[in-house]
């Protein structure tokens, strides 16, 4: 009776531990640690029962244990956790599961027992043992995943001792059970064996599949050869054994399913998605087909928030990119407070055509982690088909912004009127011959400002001027070619809105040489406005006689 109150005192401790754990570090999946917390649970009934002398309802127990264990790792390798490609696994512990069977049952043989040791136990531990095992190598150093091993490793060493030499020392590998894996969902590291990772699926091969397929028919073929031969005396492990390659076929084919399910619905949507790309004409359509596209791609309740910004100046520091060396990535991660949510930022950024729109921008979706990282790739193409469609409206405003020019400058070639068309940075983007000839230069230079041509007197006026909005006269000096200056009234129209001009359109009339400014100037009201050194030849002009 004290032997069953200390199984029952370890199994609960150990269960408390894991849901005490759960609760702490909040993982991104509790559903695999809950039955974790389940299978020690039934193992404690099982040692319970044994110790009261009842191994028949133990056995039940047992077995059900093993079920539980196996729920809650398949649960931790499912698609998109940490183990990104199980597949592989559920075909290799299938095959290994049908090999134990045969070799226990027509190699070992005597009823599947060397002596009092039940090959069922003995299988579900070692396929227990190849699936924590395979956990510890994909996540590396992971204290929890040692933890889990060492307990699998304490249950096989007991199932085989334990019946050849019965006692406390050869139960001592139970106790180890729930011990380590109580304490591994303490530890702060069994966060990481739920967080989620971008799936990576395997190409199918034939021989995958006919290994699947021969591990699924062992078990039916070993019954039917014990059945031929007189009583089947191994009926219990050849359950078990059925069971479980039926439940990793099952798991195998679900896995299956829900790829190709989501493969279908990442292709119709990204393809309809490029349809509305293709005809968005501007940027607020391209935005509009970006977030109708997250939409359908995501589930409603895994998007907290999207944002479309198509300039780097529109984003915070943690959205923009460093200055690394090579190219940028396609996209990274913004830590959130919460586990469970954090934000993706994927930039709209073509290393081809950066030259075409260099002012960058970045998709930024805040959401649930697992969903964002389950369809990481799809919203990286999305971001780049986005910001395909961007640089092509980019591209086709260019264009006709230089056909504008070219048509504005064959139109005024001739012309004794002063063109000049600035951008938003005051640089000029066109001028016509007339201010060459104004300024008696051959050419101005590539990247020539109006600050470059005004008088230094002039130049904080015409910048408060460029920098505000609305249309204007303004009255300045521009320096010539031989350091003398010329007086011009400038006439400028605020055409930054518009999508062909998208800066400020001013014209230019010199006043010439043996009139003085005062007799095209406006009325005395204004002559505040006008340059200092035209201030000062007004009034000698006044005062000459």
Partial sequence: MLRAIEWAVLGICSAAAIVYGVRRHRPARVGPWLLLACAIVASAAGDVLTALNRPGVADVCFYAMFVLVACGLLQLTRVGATLVDRARLIDLLALACSTLLVVWVFVIGDAGRIGNISGAYVIGALLLLAVVTRLLVAVGRNLTAMLLVIGAVGVLVSDIVQPLWPGRLS??????????????????????????????????????????????????????????????????????????????????????????????????????????????????????????????????????????????????????????????????????????????????????????????????????????????????????????????????????????????????????????????????????????????????????????????????????????????????????ADDSQALVEATYRDLREDRLVQGFVVTMRNFTRGHEPTERLPHGDNLDELPARVNRRSARHKFRY
Avoid at 188 to 211: D, G, K, N, Y
Avoid at 429 to 440: I, M, Q, V
């Fill in 171 to 480: 139960e001592s590998g139970f106790v180890v059970l729930y011990l380590a894996w109580g304490a591994a969902a303490l530890h702060p590291s069994m966060v990481r064996l739920t967080e989620p990772a971008t799936p990576r699926p395997s190409p199918w091969r034939r021989r995958w599949a006919a290994l699947l397929g021969v591990s699924v028919a062992t078990p039916p073929v070993v019954l039917l050869i014990e059945a031929a031969h007189g009583a089947v005396g191994d009926g219990v492990v050849i359950a078990v054994t059925g069971a479980i390659t039926l439940l990793l076929t099952i798991t195998r084919l679900t896995d299956s399913m829900t790829l190709n399910r989501r493969a279908l619905t990442r292709e119709r949507g990204l393809r309809q998605a490029s349809a509305a790309l293709v005809a968005a004409a501007d940027t607020a359509s391209v935005g509009e087909a970006v977030r109708a596209a997250v939409v359908q791609l995501m589930p409603p309740d895994a998007v907290r928030s999207i944002d479309f910004a198509t300039d780097d100046s529109q984003l915070t520091l943690e959205a923009v990119p460093g200055v690394d060396a090579g190219p940028p990535p396609r996209s990274w991660w913004i830590e959130d407070a919460d586990h469970d949510h954090a934000t993706l930022v994927c930039p709209l950024w073509l290393e081809p055509l950066a030259v075409a729109r260099p002012s960058g921008g970045a998709l930024i979706l805040a959401g649930r982690r697992d969903t964002l990282t389950a369809t990481r790739d799809t919203l990286e193409v999305l971001a780049g088909q986005a910001a395909l469609a961007l640089d092509r409206i980019s591209l086709v405003e260019a264009v006709g912004r230089r056909d504008s020019d070219l048509y504005l400058r064959a139109v005024i070639r001739n012309s004794a009127d002063i063109m000049v068309v600035i951008d938003e940075d005051q640089r000029i983007r066109y001028a016509s011959p007339s201010l060459r000839e104004l300024l008696g230069v051959d050419d101005l230079p590539p990247l020539a400002t109006l600050d470059d041509l005004v008088h230094p007197d002039d130049r904080n006026q015409m910048r408060q001027v460029f920098r505000s909005s609305g249309d204007g006269v303004v009255y300045c000096s521009l320096l010539r």
